[in-house]
Nanobody
């Protein structure tokens, strides 16, 4: 099992910044990708950002949804077993519950956000007011 615990959500005005953190514990060999997803009220879940953390390949390779490119940055701190999502230039449409996720994928033909992920955190609310 892999356990994921998010923190850092909150409320901010449009144009502001927040940083989400996710501590990863458990069997680390059971995932080679970490990512962030979000779900707004009445909408489906959307992949936001992913980072490859496995061995083999280029560790640290990132993927982003078009809607957040240039504004959000995903990163990892291996020493702290933590993945971050730095969110700058926040917009009201970024308001959602944000979930940290982990997955173990083989070679992919599409970006990792297009696939089903294995492990999920409990979520952190982000609210952006205009």
């Amino acid at each position: 099992q892999v356990q994921l615990v998010e923190s850092g959500g909150g409320s901010v005005q449009a144009g502001g910044s927040l940083r989400l953190s996710c501590i990863v514990s458990g069997y680390t060999y059971r995932h080679n990708y970490l990512g962030w997803f979000r779900q707004a009220p009445g909408k489906g879940r959307e992949g936001v950002a992913a980072i490859y953390v496995g061995v083999g390949g280029v560790s640290g390779t990132t993927s982003y949804a078009e809607s957040v490119k240039g504004r959000f940055t995903i990163s990892q701190d291996n020493a702290k077993n933590t993945v971050y999502l730095q969110m700058n230039g926040l917009k009201p449409e970024d308001t959602a519950m944000y979930y940290c996720a982990a997955a173990l994928f083989g070679p992919l033909s599409h970006g990792p956000l297009d696939y089903a992920w294995d492990y999920w955190g409990q979520g952190a609310q982000v609210t952006v007011s205009s």
